[in-house]
């Protein structure tokens, strides 16, 4: 019975280093190649070049109230005792919001401050100033500006930016996919009987799911048994299609384990196990210039590994750098010592306590 | 020319509260009625009630490291001068992480601390407590556990949290949906060619993008020229399909403004305009125990009155409590003045200077 008792326990920040540099040199870190969509399909895409405007924004001058355009030379002097009358179409004509300034006009009087006398004469009992009420040629954007930057998430109002500004398409990053293979002869799909030694096939949904979260179109494989060579036959498939391989489980010593051989078999295993609890026994490789990663079977290990050695990969493909997730400072209520050399992910339960 | 100058300017606390209240009365805060769908389908889908586990996980004692089944019994006294030998079968077996503890055994021993000495007999050099290295039935959850509460929106570690306890479906409540009605003689499609007076049609992308952020499916209609007859048909058919309908813009007082003209017909202007800037031009309605909303042109005004008048709603559809937009103390580097009575939404670029 082949036994494959020693594996690394390289230390995390060492393990990140190396994985980070070989997965650079196979040009495993390069964002995705650019695809050209249109704006309509656009939000939450990442942009993979600057956009700039293509017009104006508004470009034309544009009422900003409903009301009356005028001249504003026309409106000087108008006070309560001193009021203005004005003819239309020689002196105003009505606007609504959004409606063009007609060129002989330069200032827009709110509707609520006009006065009609008859069918075509208004009075005003206050002057405005040039260009009051109008939103003006690029106001808001003007041709040539930078509406978004590279590397950008698309969010709702950069939709309409983008429309407002005479563009209906734009270049972003295709979106990375990866494959979720879930391996072991004890795997059932959920919904099936049970027996003990059974267990439901979970992880790949937990796995899949937060690749969706980062962004990434994350597919699950059927279950794969623990053989090696329909194992070697799954990756070879995944790593002709898929852009991130991962294998779940078989990433341990066991005898059943046979991730880490397989991947050194197709390529390289450039680290299989780090010096975290829980969390050890991943295998990190690259076959063909893609990733392949093998995480340990308890879920917990895996969401962490997963974490610690996918979430940045996904990063790089997506041309962005997401936010570290943020920290808070705590008193442990009880204590807790970790193994020498090893660094520990503990699960704790936040809350307030008036003792502290 | 009908002109409908005059529009309410009620306090925005007052209209909150009237908005709300109304939309209670009229059934439109109800959360969505439940569906059942599959567990895999639910990533991010909002709970309809607890969610309780159907087995426990795991259901049968596991090995929790690769190493030999034992009976801790047999191990007292093992130390680096009194070895243990164990007999395979009788007193040990060779287990896999995640194997059944044969029920004849109960703890195991690492794989690491095992010096097997021919093929039937292995040596160990420290003794083992009860359980050791084992998950014990339920060790994660217990049968009839709570896993989910009510009103909870689903993660990917959640999915594994129903699946490893013996549940393949659930119960979720139904995505609402919304219409947003862009409405305007002016407006013309992206891509066409435009003259001035054209607003290319980008703010129903913008308010179906915050919506579907908000976790409501948004489509969007045609647009709808300034013609009360076919906004009419148009909020009707809409009435009859969706549970939020959004009608943009159309909502202001201007002669072409029949927004508000067209609830009133079809059902209830429950307000139109608010005190605050931008935004006031707000137009607040139920038709058939539907919210219909009539949002300002301007996308600043119709992105403030989306958030103040329609994402409370959504949340309530949902059966959700979207938490607060984070909030900040910062100094203004010029001094604002608001008109007397309005409050006003100001758009700041926040940054840090030495200075304060």
């Known amino acids: 019975m082949k036994r494959n008792i020693y594996i690394d326990n390289m230390h995390l920040d060492e393990a990140l280093r190396l994985w980070e540099r070989k997965l650079s040199e196979a040009g495993c870190l390069n964002p995705m190649v650019p695809e050209l969509i249109s704006v309509d399909d656009s939000l939450n895409r990442i942009t993979a070049e600057p956009v700039f405007a293509r017009l104006s924004s508004p470009f034309y001058n544009a009422a900003a109230m409903d009301g009356i355009?005028?001249?504003?030379?026309?409106?000087?002097?108008?006070?309560?005792?001193?009021?203005?009358?004005?003819?239309?179409?020689?002196?105003?004509?009505?606007?609504?919001?959004?409606?063009?300034?007609?060129?002989?006009?330069?200032?827009?009087?709110?509707?609520?401050?006009?006065?009609?006398t008859d069918e075509s004469t208004v009075e005003i009992i206050a002057p405005v100033t040039p260009w009051k009420h109008v939103r003006t040629i690029g106001e808001d954007i003007v041709t040539t500006e930078l509406i978004l930057p590279d590397g950008h998430r698309i969010r709702p109002i950069d939709l309409g930016a983008m429309l407002a500004t005479?563009?209906?398409?734009?270049?972003?990053?295709?979106?990375?996919?990866?494959l979720v293979i879930p391996t072991g002869g004890e795997l059932v799909q959920p919904g099936n009987s049970l027996r003990p030694g059974n267990i439901i096939e979970f992880n790949s949904r937990v796995l899949a799911g937060y690749l969706t979260e980062w962004g990434i179109h994350a597919e699950r494989s059927p279950i794969v048994t623990d053989?090696?060579?329909?194992?070697?036959?799954?990756?070879?498939?995944?790593?002709?299609?898929?852009?991130?391989?991962?294998?779940?489980a078989g990433a341990s010593a066991g005898s059943k384990?046979?991730?880490?051989?397989?991947?050194?078999?197709?390529?390289?295993?450039?680290?299989?196990?780090?010096?975290?609890?829980?969390?050890?026994?991943?295998?990190?490789?690259?076959?063909?210039?893609?990733?392949?990663?093998?995480?340990?079977?308890?879920?917990?290990?895996?969401?962490?590994?997963?974490?610690?050695?996918?979430?940045?990969?996904a990063d790089y493909l997506q041309g962005i750098q997401s936010p570290l997730a943020s920290s808070l400072e705590a008193t442990l209520a009880r204590p807790l010592h970790s193994k020498l050399g090893v660094q520990e992910y503990i699960r704790v339960k936040l809350g307030k306590s008036a003792l502290f």
């Open 227 to 248: 053989d090696p060579g329909t194992l070697k036959k799954a990756i070879c498939a995944a790593v002709a299609k898929y852009d991130i391989i991962i294998v779940n």
């Open 69 to 116: 355009a005028v001249r504003f030379q026309d409106t000087i002097g108008a006070s309560e005792t001193t009021p203005v009358k004005l003819e239309l179409n020689s002196q105003f004509q009505w606007v609504n919001t959004g409606n063009v300034l007609p060129p002989e006009f330069n200032a827009v009087i709110m509707v609520e401050a006009v006065q009609p």
């Open 166 to 178: 005479g563009l209906s398409q734009l270049t972003v990053r295709k979106i990375p996919n990866a």
């Open 257 to 313: 384990d046979h991730t880490a051989g397989v991947i050194g078999d197709l390529g390289e295993v450039v680290l299989h196990g780090v010096n975290i609890r829980p969390g050890k026994p991943v295998v990190l490789g690259i076959i063909n210039n893609k990733p392949v990663i093998g995480l340990p079977g308890y879920t917990i290990s895996a969401v962490i590994t997963l974490n610690l050695f996918v979430k940045k990969l």
